[in-house]
């Protein structure tokens, strides 16, 4: 795939990182400046081995709620979506409001998610997650369905909805494109690592790269550089060269700081009183074909008043590893799960995590669930692998019906931007250290939330909650489960001064004059969002932004 690098050249833009920001910002400018040359430096290269000096060099303090370094993100073209999910969801207009929660760290506001909003068209269709449109009431075919029966919406909603891409793997999907746009250079195999210092206008002439099997440098010479290296090597890069901050007396105080994830996992279970066949626990399908799945949210008003944090929550399965839900067909497939090398097979280790919760238990249970349960346990788990193994537009997840109208739930939810949750360098200056804990303020607000629907659903006469775990128990409960480090947001983050943030609302580096950043790493706040999509939506935007400078 590799295209001819001209050593000698002064590229109008060189993107370091070939991610899913890395293609759309490159894959952008190209074509809004077919007379530009655009140069794609990548890590990772074809036939890589399954272990990297990136992430070998990344030090994880708390495995507990952080995830080992190699199930956080993939090198290679086409960055971590060759394992990602691939589910696209929105922000919300409270993700951009100040509330006394963040602490001063909403650096960015509602005027942006205005701009960035128009966006959204173009990211959905990289994405290929159907239209732009979040909210059922803006879908006809859905318009004023609910979620249960007797559901009503107020405080809580039911018709916010995750749209599902294919999922898009970026290096698969866009290779083609990248290789027909011939204003676009992609190198692989190489590292970005050394910026040369800012001339006095603040403009940088050079970055160094490093070959990645035999360690030869070179110097790339270009007029704007773009790094979408991901959250985590974008911060390690600008970490390892204080020189680029000269001119603002040093690195910005908010570098590698305020890292957030999302808060995520299961206390408690719904059970709703009305028609079990009249509750929405699946997936639906738009005219597109794009699976599209509601969740329970609180409107932006509630919790700006309420001062709390962003949260969606989800119907689920019960878990899978516990026997006691009795079905054959999430037996045989947590058994699946966690066969060693099948497992593997079937989904990336942070996904796979999230379903076995790393247990082997009650195997005996389970084999006895499979043979009560057939032929279900068979046929069930037969039409879910066709649809979601062979199928191009693959299933994304799997949603049991529940006769007894009983169903687990999922949160997911806003971390405070905490200035101890942090990447920093360790002394030899290479390694990354990750320090990432979750706040008493982060879990309160989920338990806050969960007695929030519990209450609401009450008196819609819906449903109520069934706790797992006593009420005193509950906030130790969250602790132990939560576990992140694939939604990486926050260490350079977007803010009107260097005091506050790293980039400005340009996504320019404060202390220079060239150098951008493509990445949810300038996301000040997490929201209830996976970042990526409107990571997407960013990378658009900084494409057209590059276009009216050039
Ligand atoms: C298992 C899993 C599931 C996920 N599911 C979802 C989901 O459902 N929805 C969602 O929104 N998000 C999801 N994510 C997160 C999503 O994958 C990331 O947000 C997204 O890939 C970030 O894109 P990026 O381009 O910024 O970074 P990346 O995709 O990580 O790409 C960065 C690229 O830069 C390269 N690079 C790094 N350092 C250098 C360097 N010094 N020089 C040159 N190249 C370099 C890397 O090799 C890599 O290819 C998931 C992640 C994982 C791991």
Not at 268 to 283: E, M
Not at 296 to 322: C, E, G, V
Not at 408 to 429: C, I, K, R, T, Y
Not at 492 to 509: E, F, Q, W, Y
Request: hydrophobic letters at 35%; proline letters at 5%.
């Amino acid at each position: 795939m590799e295209s001819e690098f001209d050593f000698q050249a002064i590229y109008d833009l060189c993107i370091i990182g070939s991610g899913a920001a890395g293609i759309i910002t490159a894959l952008e400018f190209a074509r809004l400046n077919p007379q530009k040359k655009v140069l794609l430096i990548e890590y990772g290269y074809k036939d890589q081995p399954i272990e990297n000096e990136l992430d070998n060099s990344i030090k994880n303090v708390n495995p507990v709620n952080h995830h080992d370094p190699y199930e956080c993100t993939n090198k290679g073209f086409g960055g971590s979506t060759a394992t990602w999910g691939g589910r696209c969801v929105m922000y919300d207009k409270v993700d951009f409001i100040d509330r006394p929660i963040i602490n001063g760290g909403c650096t960015w506001n509602t005027e942006m998610l205005d701009e960035v909003e128009q966006y959204l068209p173009r990211t959905t269709s990289y994405f290929e997650c159907g239209e732009p449109a979040f909210d059922l009431h803006n879908i006809p075919k859905f318009k004023d369905t609910r979620i249960a029966e007797n559901f009503k919406e107020g405080v809580v909603t039911d018709s916010i909805v995750e749209r599902w891409s294919m999922p898009t793997r970026f290096g698969d999907r866009y290779a083609e494109d990248i290789a027909n746009q011939t204003n676009i250079t992609l190198i692989e195999c190489y590292e970005a690592r050394d910026f040369s210092a800012p001339d006095k206008d603040g403009n940088v002439a050079t970055v160094t790269i490093r070959q990645v099997k035999n360690k030869t440098t070179q110097e790339v010479k270009a007029k704007v550089f773009v790094l979408a290296a991901g959250a985590q090597e974008t911060t390690r890069i600008l970490l390892r060269n204080p020189q680029l901050f000269k001119s603002i007396g040093g690195p910005p105080a908010a570098l590698g700081k305020y890292y957030q994830g999302h808060l995520s996992g299961k206390i408690a279970s719904v059970r709703f009183k009305g028609d079990p066949q009249k509750t929405d626990y699946g997936f639906l399908i738009d005219d597109e074909g794009v699976y599209i799945r509601r969740r329970f949210q609180f409107t932006s008003d509630f919790l700006t008043k309420q001062n709390l944090l962003n949260t969606a929550i989800w119907l689920d399965n019960p878990l899978y590893f516990d026997p006691k839900h009795k079905s054959g067909a999430m037996s045989l497939m947590y058994l699946a799960m966690i066969t060693p090398i099948l497992g593997k097979k079937l989904a990336p280790p942070a996904i796979a995590h999230s379903i076995t919760k790393g247990k082997v238990n009650a195997v005996h249970k389970h084999i006895w669930n499979i043979i009560r349960g057939l032929p279900g346990s068979i046929v069930t788990p037969a039409a879910i692998f066709y649809k979601r193994y062979v199928l191009k537009r693959k299933l994304p997840g799997v949603f049991l019906f529940s006769p007894d109208n009983t169903y687990a739930l999922h949160f997911h939810a806003e971390q405070v931007p905490d200035v101890s949750n942090s990447m920093e360098l360790g002394a030899d200056g290479e390694t990354l250290v990750i320090n990432y804990n979750l706040t008493d303020a982060d879990v309160d607000s989920v338990i806050k939330l969960h007695e929030v629907l519990d209450n609401w659903l009450r008196e819609c006469n819906c449903g109520e909650l069934e706790y797992w775990f006593e009420k005193e128990e509950l906030s130790k409960a969250i602790y132990a489960m939560s576990r992140d480090g694939i939604h990486q947001c926050g260490t350079t983050r977007i803010a009107a001064s260097p005091k506050d943030g790293v980039v400005d609302n340009d996504l320019k580096l404060w202390g220079t004059n060239n150098i951008f950043i493509s990445s949810s790493s300038v996301f000040p706040t997490s929201g209830q969002a996976n970042p990526t999509f409107l990571l997407g939506a960013f990378a658009i935007r900084l494409a057209e932004h590059l276009t009216k400078m050039a």
